[in-house]
Structure formats: structure tokens, C-alpha cells
């Protein structure tokens, strides 16, 4: 048995089988073949794809980081077509009859190793560049996009660390825990682990390689350790831990249906967090009573283009009908900083997390705005669905915002095309909104504190950066602050002000924000059911006496 | 046939781009393209031969056209050679 340590994010324990995940690497098999010609085709096939995929990313490197940067696609291009790896390719079919795919990755691999072997410090990096074209053909080969399988089993999923392009295409199903070298507790990963009641720890010396893949592992979230080939005392003991969190889940199921007040009489609404219609039944399940936060960027980060009118709305609909007239606050686009989808082609940034963002991007390319707005005024008829705009600075960005929903409203009117009021909200997670919340409250309709990029943006600390976590003070009095004045604000304004980022699932400050009377905590739906039962157990009134 | 000999200024050699160029336009023309360093000979027509040649700054390299067209194929490369190396 070999013991690992790392940081818990995510608790919980997970047994079964660990399955190393690594970018882009994939098995190929040799599979004999009769018709071989029928192979060249695929072969012809997909170099075409090839070529059309390479053209695209020449094209968008040449507009964002000029002709001399370009240059490497196009020599992606040449690489593509030359003689030696085309003879290569077609010899290895032809002569030993085998399928395309062995083919294509055996030159790749032989080319690659002959530049590997040159004394040259920059030749020995053309090899990353044959094997980048093989990679691409055998992609495409698969048929598969960039499809990411792990496993047929639910496995133990150990990487380096997975972006939030690789997780969206996991199949979650499949997935008992994460188990990462890098990473931290913000990192999307331990997020997406949370949302799924799932163990997860980051930052663990783990080798990614055979001497664990494939082996049984048990990870416990608590306490941040992965056991790889557990004896069986810790089997037993890890299996009992099991079956205990499992009492406790049930424990606290038996808190459904009951409401979420503390004992002197104080109503907090409990809403749930979620990035995509299925996440619904976990938050019903949960018995949540709202969603706070419905993240629609995934819509457009699975996608290989801008999800059309129609497909947003059938999104939506469907959305408000499964939470059968409960409220459910649907947050307008937040792509950028980490968060990136190709097809918007935006310029590399120096510094993202401060850059093209949100509500900027929307502003500034009002059609992908106009797009979603007519998409959810639609679906409003079906449900009560209010919107909520994330990354707001100033005032200026509001009216502009009312300008373009009048617009899409006016149309939709003179379409014939019925659409119900809507509740407007927006995002506070920058300290400019906070300190102007006074005036932002007489705007809109609610706030919801986003204490994720809150607390990066007021400590000027990186949430991604792992390094920084010494420094890093999720209760930090300056957040505290901030929220309590944001809160104060609302109030006074007549609106009610909650709160989505991971600060509202986390147990140890619920007390705080039920003292400073928050309205709305939303939170992973897994959280729910813990917090409420905090609240339950909080009297607020001595809390604040003891204090 | 006809061939020239040319020694190498550019500081990263033959690297991906310029072997790119030179391919490209090799294989626009009928002619057989070869191009040597030492003792080794590839087919100009491809990238990745004229890359794992590794020719350097300050090389001699030597190109081979033998062909209807040789002399338009000569005549091309010798003036992209001129400008990228």
C-alpha cells in the first residue's frame, strides 16, 4: 500500500479503480485490414479536415499574433503533405496491411524521434510538431472532435490538472473522484467535484504513470489522501468511514421539506448553484428552493459555434419548467478569464482575470447579448425567471444594459411574440460595485455578491495560483466588510441581496451572514441540506449578543 | 541538370519556415528538387526532409534540379534562398 498526501477540496470517500487521464495521449491499436485502399481514403479524408482545421488556426493566429507565429501552421500544413510521412503513411498500410490509424501514429512517432535525436536545440522541438499533425489526423480519425473517454466503469480520475474544456466533456457518470497534481481548492475541478458530491484532492505527489493506473485506490476528500493499493485494514476502516458520511447524508435528507429559519424566527431563502438543466435534479433532490445561479457559459463552452436563439431557449424553458415555479436566476454569459471558448476568437490577454470579460464582452458584441436576452424573454413564459448580469463596474453599464433589453423587448413585441416581466439583478464581485451598490440598488431588482471573484479581485490574489494559498484569506474582514455594506445598502434600497459564490456553502461563516441579514445563500445543491441545517440550529438574535 | 551551392546566413538555419517555403515552391515545379549537406541528399519537395537535414548558420548546402523546367525551378529557389536564409 502507498499512502499520498494532498489538499482536500472536495469530501467524501471514494473506492475503485484509479485511471490516469493525460492530455491528448491516446492508445492505438493495430488492427489487420483487407481493403486497404478503402484506409488511403480515410487517410485522404481526413488530411482534408486536417488541412480545413489547420487553415482556421492559421487564420486566427495570423490576426492575433502576426505572420511570423502563424508560420507554424502553415508548416503544419507542409508537414501534412510531405512526401516522406505520406510514403510512410501509405508503405506501412500497404505493406503490412494494416489500419490507417497505426499507420498515421508509427510515422508520426518515427519522424518525430529523428528530430528528437538532432543535435539541435530547436530541431529536437520540431518533434512536438510532427506529433501534433499525427495527433490532429488521429483525432479527426476517431471521429470524435476532441471527445475525452476515461473509462466504462466509474473510475478514480487522476491528471495533472483538468480544464474546464476537458471537464465540461467528461461523462460524470463515470467519474468517482479527481485526484490532481496541481490545482487548488477554486480550482474548477474541485468546484465541478463539489457540485457532483464527489471526493477530490489536489496536489498530490502522485506518479501518473503505470504504477498506479489501473490500480484500486481509495481517496478520502476529508483529510486530502490517496490510499493505492489499500490493505485491508484500510479498506475496512475506509468502508466504515463510507457508511458513516452515509448516515449523515441521510440524516440530514430527513431536513427536506423542512423550511430554513433559524429558531428565532429568521427566513433565509436556500438556493442551489447549477451549470446545466441535469444539475436541476440534483438541486430538487437537495431540496433547494431556488436556483441562485444558473452559470450559462457552459451552453457555449460545449459548443463549436454560438448556440442559436432556438437552442438557448429550449435550454431555458426546459429549466424553468423542471423547477415548477420556483424562482431560478438564469446569469447572463461570463466567459473570459479562465473560462474560453475558441469560436469567439478573443485576443490573447496579458492579464485576463481583468480583462474582456462578462458583461464587457456582452456590451461589446451586443449580438451574442441581444441572442441570449430574446432567448430567456421567451422562456420567461414558462416559468419565473429572473436575470442576472455578472462583472458589473458602473452605473453606465446598467442603463446600457436597459437599453438593449428594451430593444429586444420591442422587437419580440412587434414579432407577436409573448414574454413575461422579468426580475433584473446583477452580479456584485468587484469592490467598484460594492462601494456604488448604494446607487446600483435603486437600478435593479437584487444583488448576488460573487465572493469568489470578490475576494481575488479586493486581495489581488489569483485564485488559480496555488502558490498564493498561504496568502489567501476566504474570510478575510475586508470581504466580510464588503458584503455587510453591500447588504446594508440593498436593504435600505428595498431589495434583497444574496449570495453565490463559495462563501454561501461554507459552514463556518453562516452564522455571520444570517447577523448580517442576508435574504438568499446559493450554494452547491449537495451543500444545502448541511446549511439548512445550521440555520435551523442558529438563534440569531444570541448569536449576535455573544459576539 | 543544374545546381548551385549556398551557404547559410540566417542565425536559426533551415529551421520549420523557411524549409516550409522552400518546399512549397519546390514542388510547384516538375522537375526533380534535391538539396544536400555533406554526404546527405533529400528530396526538396518535403518539409520534413529538408528539416532533418539541420542545416545550420554557416552550412553549405547544395541544390539539384534535373528537369524539363529546371531552369524557371532554379531560378525561384535561388532567389528564395537569397531572401529567407
Redesign the interface.
Known amino acids: 500500500m502507498q499512502i499520498y498526501n494532498g489538499k482536500g477540496v472536495s469530501g467524501g470517500i471514494a473506492i475503485g479503480r484509479i485511471r490516469v487521464y493525460k492530455k491528448r495521449g491516446q492508445e492505438i491499436n493495430c488492427i489487420s485490414v483487407t481493403d486497404t485502399d478503402k484506409e488511403l481514403i480515410r487517410f485522404r479524408d481526413a488530411k482534408k479536415e486536417a488541412a480545413r482545421q489547420l487553415d482556421i488556426l492559421y487564420e486566427k493566429a495570423l490576426k492575433d499574433l502576426g505572420e511570423e507565429n502563424a508560420?507554424?501552421f502553415?508548416?503544419h500544413?507542409?508537414?501534412l503533405e510531405?512526401?516522406?510521412?505520406n510514403e510512410s503513411v501509405e508503405a506501412i498500410v500497404q505493406s503490412k496491411n494494416v489500419n490507417i490509424e497505426y499507420a498515421v501514429f508509427e510515422t508520426g512517432k518515427k519522424?518525430a524521434e529523428?528530430?528528437a535525436q538532432?543535435?539541435?536545440s530547436?530541431?529536437k522541438e520540431?518533434a512536438a510538431?510532427?506529433k501534433d499533425v499525427s495527433e490532429r489526423l488521429l483525432n479527426i480519425l476517431k471521429g470524435a472532435s476532441d471527445e475525452i473517454f476515461i473509462s466504462d466503469e466509474p473510475v478514480i480520475i487522476a491528471a495533472r490538472e483538468l480544464a474546464p474544456s476537458e471537464t465540461i466533456q467528461l461523462d460524470k457518470s463515470k467519474v468517482l473522484s479527481f485526484v490532481t497534481t496541481l490545482g487548488s481548492s477554486n480550482s474548477h475541478t474541485a468546484i465541478l467535484a463539489r457540485m457532483m458530491a464527489i471526493p477530490a484532492v489536489a496536489r498530490v505527489e502522485l506518479p501518473l504513470d503505470d504504477s498506479i493506473d489501473g490500480k484500486l485506490g481509495i481517496v478520502d476528500g476529508e483529510a486530502g489522501l490517496i490510499y493505492v493499493e489499500p490493505d485491508e485494514e484500510t479498506c475496512k476502516e475506509m468502508q466504515l468511514k463510507k457508511q458513516q458520511e452515509h448516515q449523515k447524508q441521510k440524516m440530514l435528507q430527513q431536513l427536506r421539506g423542512k423550511e430554513s429559519t433559524t429558531s428565532d424566527g429568521q427566513k433565509v431563502m436556500l438556493y442551489a448553484n447549477i451549470g446545466s438543466v441535469e444539475d436541476i435534479d440534483a438541486a430538487v433532490r437537495n431540496d433547494a428552493e431556488g436556483v441562485g445561479l444558473f452559470r450559462t457559459e457552459f451552453i457555449y463552452m460545449e459548443k463549436e459555434d454560438y448556440p442559436t436563439e432556438e437552442e438557448q431557449f429550449q435550454i431555458y424553458k426546459q429549466a424553468a419548467e423542471k423547477m415548477e415555479g420556483r424562482r431560478i436566476i438564469i446569469r447572463t454569459l461570463d466567459i473570459g478569464a479562465d473560462k474560453k471558448c475558441d469560436y469567439f476568437g478573443m485576443e490573447q490577454e496579458e492579464n485576463p482575470a481583468l480583462g474582456c470579460r462578462a458583461i464587457r464582452i456582452c456590451l461589446m458584441r451586443p449580438e451574442i447579448f441581444e441572442t441570449q436576452l430574446r432567448a430567456l424573454y421567451r422562456a420567461s413564459n414558462y416559468g419565473k425567471i429572473a436575470i442576472m448580469y455578472p462583472m458589473i463596474t458602473s452605473i453606465k453599464e446598467i442603463r446600457r444594459i436597459k437599453e438593449i433589453v428594451s430593444k429586444v423587448k420591442a422587437e419580440l413585441k412587434a414579432e407577436g411574440i409573448p414574454y413575461g416581466n422579468l426580475e433584473q439583478g446583477i452580479m456584485i464581485e468587484t469592490p467598484a460595485a460594492v462601494f456604488i451598490s448604494k446607487e446600483l440598488a435603486r437600478e435593479v431588482d437584487f444583488f448576488s455578491i460573487g465572493t469568489n471573484d470578490l475576494t481575488q479581485y479586493a486581495l489581488a490574489i489569483d485564485r488559480q495560483n496555488t502558490k498564493l494559498d498561504e496568502f489567501y484569506d476566504a474570510h478575510h474582514p475586508s470581504v466580510l466588510r464588503m458584503i455587510s455594506m453591500v447588504v446594508e445598502n440593498a436593504h435600505q434600497a428595498g431589495i434583497w441581496v444574496g449570495i453565490c459564490g463559495e462563501l454561501g456553502a461554507d459552514p463556518q461563516i453562516t452564522k455571520e451572514f444570517l447577523a448580517m441579514e442576508v435574504d438568499e445563500l446559493s450554494m452547491s445543491p449537495e451543500s444545502i441540506l448541511q446549511i439548512r441545517k445550521i440555520i435551523r440550529e442558529t438563534n440569531v438574535r444570541e448569536y449576535k449578543m455573544k459576539k | 541538370m543544374k545546381e548551385f551551392k549556398y551557404t547559410i546566413s540566417d542565425a536559426m538555419g533551415i529551421h520549420a519556415r523557411p524549409a516550409g517555403i522552400l518546399a512549397k515552391a519546390a514542388r510547384a515545379f516538375a522537375c526533380d528538387v534535391k538539396i544536400a549537406r555533406g554526404e546527405k541528399t533529400v528530396d526538396c519537395k518535403g518539409i520534413i526532409g529538408i528539416m532533418g537535414l539541420g542545416v545550420k548558420k554557416g552550412d553549405e548546402v547544395t541544390v539539384i534540379f534535373d528537369g524539363e523546367d529546371e531552369d524557371a525551378a532554379y531560378d525561384k529557389i535561388i532567389s528564395l534562398m537569397k531572401e529567407n536564409l
Request: net charge negative.
Open positions: 508560420a507554424i502553415e508548416a500544413q507542409m508537414i510531405d512526401i516522406d510521412f519522424i529523428i528530430f538532432m543535435d539541435d530547436y530541431m520540431r510538431d510532427v
